[in-house]
């Protein structure tokens, strides 16, 4: 495989479906490899002709996260401009606390971490969107460790779900779930009462459960530049979403969409935050009220964030044009249909409900409009289509098991 000599080299954090996809995204557009700090010598990123893998011990640790890269950063000294970026919110989070040591080495296109610590918290990222009149489901705040009444105008079902993921994370007691549903007050009271038990200790919200499937859900990517002006929005309808217990609600087929209003609500929130670089938003049409209400900020590219690049909008683009060649196109909304999927058609023709959406899809198989991340032609490897394929169809025996 022949690659391109670039002035820079993308050096990206981890090893899902993300990194590979990133790694595609600058392939395609720079016919170069990325670099990968993993841990893994398995799964997505292995046996592929576009990355190169570099596997060591303890990157969950920021200090050893941050010393390997200084590590990168020296090798590549005078060489090339390193552009890095992570494939999940801890690596995410540790780049940004660790902005100040790694500048001298790498671009890195992250908001600062007092922006990080504001928004990442859902009951402040809600106080924003009330004060600015956009639309979010109807929230009641449960504080741990203080008397709450547990009386909210909203009725059962609810959502129930960490306000602070980042310490969710380490707190542990029987039954913990991602997100919970609750039909009835004695079974919330039940988890919060195991909640207490344990070391979270901030706010959990309990929502009001907007009706509908996996197709009620939108997907938003926005990309806000150095000035914080948004630049470019591309907007995504799931077909789908992954009901495994490991990654619920991750989508697993999305169909590009258009719809201004869902654009400038987060416009109008990115820009009054100050934000910069990439934001991804999960949001859910409420048939009730006919609005779109959003439920969280990502501060990074999403785990389907290929359905961006495979529309014809490569999402590495804006970072390497803002960033390298300081040469951004005007304001773009993506305005491409195009089918990303990560499952098989008979997946999607079998679980998707919806006729009209059923339909849609067919068409784009038959003209050609479909784009699976990890089958890249370009990508030669037989063993990375070997496992690519497998994972493909693996999805007949993980639907059938838990949709």
């Known amino acids: 495989m022949q690659f391109q000599e670039r002035e820079f080299l993308p050096v990206i954090l981890g090893a899902d479906i993300t990194a590979y996809s990133l790694a595609r995204s600058f392939h395609e557009e720079y016919g170069i490899k990325s670099l990968v700090l993993s ?20 990157l969950e640790k920021k200090e050893v996260l941050v010393e390997r890269l200084l590590e990168v950063g020296r090798e590549f000294e005078g060489k090339k401009k390193l552009i890095v970026l ?11 606390e660790s902005k100040a040591v790694l500048q001298p080495y790498y671009i890195v ?16 990222f809600y106080e924003i969107f009330e004060e600015l009149g956009l639309d979010y489901p109807e929230t009641y705040t449960y504080t741990c460790g203080e008397e709450n009444d547990l009386s909210f105008k909203f009725q059962y079902p609810v ?36 909640l207490e038990q344990s070391s ?81 938003f999960d949001i859910k049409y409420d048939r009730r009220d ?24 490569n999402t590495v683009k804006w970072i390497v044009d803002d960033y390298i060649y300081n040469n951004l196109p005007e304001y773009t909304v993506a305005d491409n249909i195009h089918l990303y999927t ?13 006729p009209e959406l059923k339909a849609q899809a067919k068409a784009l198989f038959k003209a050609g409009k ?23 169809f693996n999805q007949y025996r993980k639907f059938h098991k838990y949709f």
């Open 290 to 313: 006919g609005k779109y209400k959003f439920f969280e900020i990502n501060v990074r590219l999403g785990r389907s964030n290929f359905y961006v690049t495979g529309s014809g909008f």
């Open 39 to 58: 841990m893994s010598e398995g799964g997505y990123i292995a046996n592929s002709d576009i990355i190169e893998n570099r596997v060591f011990e303890g």
């Open 159 to 194: 959502i129930a779900k960490p306000a602070n993921s980042a310490m969710y994370h380490y707190a542990k007691f029987p039954g913990k779930k991602k997100v919970f549903s609750f039909d009835n007050e004695a079974s919330l009271r039940e988890m919060l009462g195991n």
């Open 86 to 96: 992570g494939c999940g919110d801890w690596y995410v989070r540790a780049l940004i």
């Open 200 to 280: 979270y200790d901030y706010k959990f919200l309990i929502q009001d459960k907007i009706p509908g499937d996996d197709t009620y859900m939108r997907v938003l990517t926005c990309y806000c530049d150095q000035n914080s002006k948004v630049r470019f929005a591309s907007l995504g309808r799931t077909l789908l979403e992954d009901h495994t217990p490991t990654a619920i609600g991750n989508p697993v087929a999305i169909i590009n969409e258009v719809n201004p209003e869902i654009v400038t609500a987060a416009t109008k929130f990115l820009e009054h935050i100050g934000y910069v670089g990439f934001a991804n």
């Open 370 to 392: 479909v784009s699976y991340p990890l089958l890249y032609k370009a990508d030669k490897n037989l063993k990375h289509w070997f496992y690519a394929v497998a994972a493909l």
């Open 109 to 124: 296109p992250y908001i600062d971490e007092e922006l990080l610590n504001k928004i990442v918290l859902k009951d402040k």
């Open 342 to 354: 990560v499952v098989p058609k008979g997946v999607i023709m079998k679980y998707v409900s919806d």
